[in-house]
T-cell receptor, first 110, second 117 residues
Framework: LAKTTQPISMDSYEGQEVNITCSHNNIATNDYITWYQQFPSQGPRFIIQGYKTKVTNEVASLFIPADRKSSTLSLPRVSLSDTAVYYCLVGRYNTDKLIFGTGTRLQVFP | GAVVSQHPSWVICKSGTSVKIECRSLDFQATTMFWYRQFPKQSLMLMATSNEGSKATYEQGVEKDKFLINHASLTLSTLTVTSAHPEDSSFYIC?????????????FGEGSRLTVL
């Protein structure tokens, strides 16, 4: 299972765009990239998933370069409620167990 | 999306007793469920993979005799912490995949906070 590396923490202000980059140099051909969000004392929640190029949904965008050795989660115009820990995971969808890395603790200030 | 529910959400027990945590998939069947443990300010650590109708697969370093996992039906997996000690105090989270979903995303329960006195 590919290991991921993310910044431990990031700070931002309300209304700003936040980009969190994850490195996964050993990603396999069949691996997908998935991001989860976790609030304190809650289970993680799925944000977005992608394989290559760009994926966008109602809450975030995911940018994946051609070599797929990294990915960037983009949160547009963050609010205080986006303060959470964000995890990047890689694995074959629908089959693999998912191993969580350290995650990125995002703090949004007013 | 699919719903995974855990019970209890929090439990306090005395050292030496056993505690059972239930994980249910409410609107889908899950042949496989995953159990994680999370200490304060740390990431989730995978403990074991629960397989319906067969033995669980434990991660390295996780004592299978201490953390008993039973997956007797397609919608229920249980984790029993036997002879609990204060160092077992943690946040336990289960998850499962709804294989009908193409994304293969994991749905997580609300978590169960165990405090051992």
């Amino acid at each position: 299972l590919a290991k991921t590396t993310q910044p431990i923490s990031m700070d931002s202000y309300e209304g700003q765009e936040v980009n969190i980059t994850c490195s996964h140099n050993n990603i396999a051909t069949n691996d997908y990239i998935t991001w989860y969000q976790q609030f304190p004392s809650q289970g993680p929640r799925f944000i977005i998933q992608g394989y290559k190029t760009k994926v966008t949904n109602e809450v975030a965008s995911l940018f994946i370069p051609a070599d797929r050795k990294s990915s960037t989660l983009s949160l547009p115009r963050v609010s205080l409620s986006d303060t959470a820990v964000y995890y990047c995971l890689v694995g074959r969808y629908n089959t693999d167990k998912l191993i969580f890395g350290t995650g990125t603790r995002l703090q949004v200030f007013p | 999306g699919a719903v995974v529910s855990q019970h209890p959400s929090w439990v306090i027990c005395k050292s030496g007793t056993s505690v059972k945590i239930e994980c249910r998939s409410l609107d889908f069947q899950a042949t496989t469920m995953f159990w994680y443990r999370q200490f304060p300010k740390q990431s989730l650590m995978l403990m074991a993979t629960s397989n319906e109708g067969s033995k669980a697969t434990y991660e390295q370093g996780v004592e299978k005799d201490k953390f008993l996992i039973n997956h007797a039906s397609l919608t229920l997996s249980t984790l029993t912490v036997t002879s609990a000690h204060p160092e077992d105090s943690s946040f336990y989270i289960c998850s499962a995949r709804d294989t009908r979903e193409r994304s293969g995303e994991l749905f997580f329960g609300e978590g169960s906070r165990l405090t051992v006195l």
